[in-house]
């Protein structure tokens, strides 16, 4: 069965880390990548890894303070995140496109794991 699973998330203050995974299984993605979505506001893309070359990909709101990698054996990709600020309060989503696709087009992705709530305290 085709899943992702993110773990990771909670409360942090802000100038504060975390690092959230997200566990693929059932089949191989070209792309896996993370978004977030604030109350009231649409999900955004943050960053991405093309699986086979691993390119990344960020946006610049998160630019210089998120990183984003992959994991070969585990079939992982991980978001560490830091210098969190009280704007990235969220949820937190990983995806994955089974083919090609845009990573900042949200409508391109085929699987979403069930997201990750992400509390960034003042």
């Known amino acids: 069965q085709v899943g992702l699973v993110e773990s990771g998330g909670g409360l942090v203050q802000a100038g504060g880390s975390l690092r959230l995974s997200c566990a693929a299984s059932?089949?191989?993605?070209?792309?896996m990548s993370w978004f977030r979505q604030a109350p009231g506001k649409e999900r955004e893309f943050l960053a991405g890894?093309?699986?086979?070359?691993?390119?990344?990909y960020y946006a610049d709101s998160v630019k210089g303070r998120f990183t984003v990698s992959k994991d070969n054996a585990k079939y992982m990709v991980v978001l560490q995140m830091n210098s969190l600020k009280p704007e990235d309060t969220a949820v937190y989503y990983c995806?994955?496109?089974?083919?090609?696709?845009?990573?900042?087009?949200?409508?391109?992705?085929?699987?979403w794991g069930q997201g990750t709530q992400v509390t960034v305290s003042s």
């Open positions: 890894v093309r699986w086979t070359a691993g390119f990344t």
């Open positions: 059932g089949r191989t993605f070209s792309t």
């Open positions: 995806a994955a496109c089974g083919s090609w696709c845009r990573e900042y087009d949200r409508s391109a992705y085929n699987y």
